[in-house]
Antibody, heavy 118, light 110 residues
Framework: QVQLQESGPGLVKPSETLSLTCTVSGDSIKTYYWSWVRQPPGQGLEWIGYIAYSGSTRYNPSLKSRVTISADTSRNQFSLKLRSVTAADTAIYYC????????????WGQGTLVTVSS | QSALTQPPSASGSPGQSVTISCTGTSSDVGSYNYVSWYRQYPGKAPKLMIYEVSKRPSGVPDRFSGSKSGNTASLAVSGLQAEDEGDYYCSSYAGSDNWVFGGGTKLTVL
């Protein structure tokens, strides 16, 4: 059974960098694609980007200038960095496995709330 | 504002059927058969219910079905059960390695 777990600070100051890590068990990140999705309080979901098994990355055009997704295959983890955060970046951040054959996201991590506030 | 438009709420009594719509554009839903649906219980992670417009992953009851017409995709739930209550989100491939989601629909089983 594939499981994903997000970890990282729950509070980030404005203008700083949000950093999260997703630990994957039950599958190797050297397969599939691995994504970050966020959900602002009371709002819908927003795809942030993915890192492929090859190491290539793709990002949501609206966030591209501030986002970096990287992977540590030795730890079976992948990470998100979002720079220059503002209150609008307050959200629950989910990591998810993504298929580019069937174009689904499955499974997802439980999510972690990140609040941007001074 | 989300890229795909869903009704904020939907409801039905146990045993009834309900349909949730997901409206996009000719650049996403209308161009690709890569619409997926997710159910989310409060405080929980989203769960894949439908992919490629109408395919069900293993373990998802056949009471759930998906379809698409033009720029609008739909999720139908028949024989409503209490466990079907939750938030439902649609997603579509939008081309150029980009994905979009809907704002979500809260399904209430009366």
């Amino acid at each position: 059974q594939v499981q994903l777990q997000e970890s990282g600070p729950g509070l980030v100051k404005p203008s700083e960098t949000l950093s999260l890590t997703c630990t994957v068990s039950g599958d190797s990140i050297k397969t599939y694609y691995w994504s970050w999705v966020r959900q602002p309080p009371g709002q819908g979901l927003e795809w942030i980007g993915y890192i492929a098994y090859s190491g290539s990355t793709r990002y949501n055009p609206s966030l591209k200038s501030r986002v970096t997704i990287s992977a540590d295959t030795s730890r079976n983890q992948f990470s998100l960095k979002l720079r220059s955060v503002t209150a609008a970046d307050t959200a629950i951040y989910y990591c998810a496995r993504q298929s580019l054959v069937y174009y689904w996201f499955d499974p997802w991590g439980q999510g972690t709330l990140v609040t941007v506030s001074s | 504002q989300s890229a795909l438009t869903q009704p904020p709420s939907a409801s039905g009594s146990p045993g009834q059927s309900v349909t949730i719509s997901c409206t996009g554009t000719s650049s996403d839903v209308g161009s690709y058969n890569y619409v997926s649906w997710y159910r989310q219980y409060p405080g929980k992670a989203p769960k894949l219910m439908i992919y490629e417009v109408s395919k069900r992953p293993s373990g998802v009851p056949d009471r759930f079905s998906g379809s698409k017409s033009g720029n609008t995709a739909s999720l139908a739930v028949s024989g409503l059960q209490a466990e079907d209550e939750g938030d439902y989100y649609c997603s579509s491939y939008a081309g150029s390695d980009n994905w979009v989601f809907g704002g979500g629909t809260k399904l209430t089983v009366l």
